[in-house]
């Protein structure tokens, strides 16, 4: 049987992007097709999903859906069209109202939570909830699959449907991308979701008084899934749950660590088309002018010898960039350069450019974000930090391992699941891809980065390295496989 399973996000690459959920929205439909299943995707219509779907037309009117606060007058239809690289059909919710804004999908210009974020979501899992009450007269999924908790409304909606008509419907998993965001919204909006009473409460979408979306996902889901096996692990402690690692023990049995993958079809140095310059774990030359033309464009000092660390990063305090900031006089002291690549957090952003400003030949800064410069960033540096706090899966260090730039990163979630420190027995054992530290705090950045320093001495191992780090592979193959693997027990 081919099972046919509805993805449910809030954004995806190419058509919207923040962060790697929309990488991963991106590229594991692709793979879950490859693999025989027939995988549609929902989105809100934010005007890039729109702007950027082919042959996009309607599918079905939403009426009047039981939301309260919705604005009044405007149409609300289900559309569908295919992304033009891979003819992935998208479903696209048109509801101008709520999501035709330019920038930010979540927050507004000030950096705010938009103030009708419950009902711009809430919407989102409503409409997947009627999919699978065959809302698309022409496709009807055996599993509803939601992502964060923009999508953990979906997996309630689902049960209350089942519970009014008396019958089963789809099966859902819920994949917790990252934990800290939650989607708190204060209780009086709970009247607003038309969710059976009884749905608010501690079995249900209540926390700590208040309502959150995710915490919905955890518990309506038939399946939770997470980005990495050690986040699995994490967020069931107290330290790591966000407040939830109750409910997480509790459902542990249906809980899983499913590690992301890499699209080698976007992030690949021998073909990336965003970058002027290619190369191979055996030809590393091209690497070389990547670096080259970093340095300048970032205007640090030409120096081929320069051993470069590179950021791409949105600027939170889970990112742990403040930590790498305390280490920059360690990157100065040994002659080494940092670009650092990003947006968010303004106290951040502007910590980044002070640090720039006192050190002008060797740390240079650049706010914004830019696919274009992503990849030139990794592709150009010799080392790609990601200092996270916590990480539950990360991807810029699996591109940074395929572009053989290799990851300094903190030992947490998914960095853990992935890289291998240089220490003396990882190199004697062809074992090391990257630098590892075990405790957040500048000793321990400090010394990860003398070993990138110590490493890099000796070029001959660093070569190795670079070589072995390139040759790992993260492609999406076994991941996609441990999902349909899911879909198939609930099945
Ligand atoms: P997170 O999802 O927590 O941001 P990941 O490492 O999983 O972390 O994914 C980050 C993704 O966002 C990567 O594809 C990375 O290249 C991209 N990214 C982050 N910041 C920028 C930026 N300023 N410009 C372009 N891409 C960025
Ligand atoms: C989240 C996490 C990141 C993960 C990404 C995709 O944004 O912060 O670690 O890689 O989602 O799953």
Redesign the pocket.
Known sequence: MTIRALHVASELYPLL?T???A?VAGALPPALIERGADVRVLLPGFPSVLAGLSDLRPVAPLGHPPLGGLPGGTAMTLERGTLAANGLVVYVIRADALYNRPGNPYLNDEHVPYGDNAQRFALLGWVAAQLAQQLDPAWLPHVVHAHDWHAGLAPAYLKAAERQLGRALAKTVFTV??LAYQGVFPAHQFGQLGLPDDFFGVNGIEFYGQLSFLKAGLYYSDRITTVSPTYAREIQTLAQGGGLDGLLRHRTHDLSGILNGVDYTVWNPASDALLDTHYTATRLAGKIACKEALQKRFGLAQKSDALLFGV???LTE?KGLDLLLEAVPEIVRHGGQLAV???GDPALENGLKRVAQTHPESVAVEL????T??HAIVAGSDVIAVPSRFEP????QL?ALAYGSLPLVHCVGGLADTVADASLENLADDLATGFVFERFEPKGIAAAIRRAFALYGRRTEWKATQRRAMRQDFGWGASAERYLALYRELG
């Open positions: 992007k962060g790697g959920l990488d991308h990252n791409v990063s949105r889970q690549f990003g947006t914004g974000f830019d696919e410069l992503a899966c990360g991807l810029t591109y």
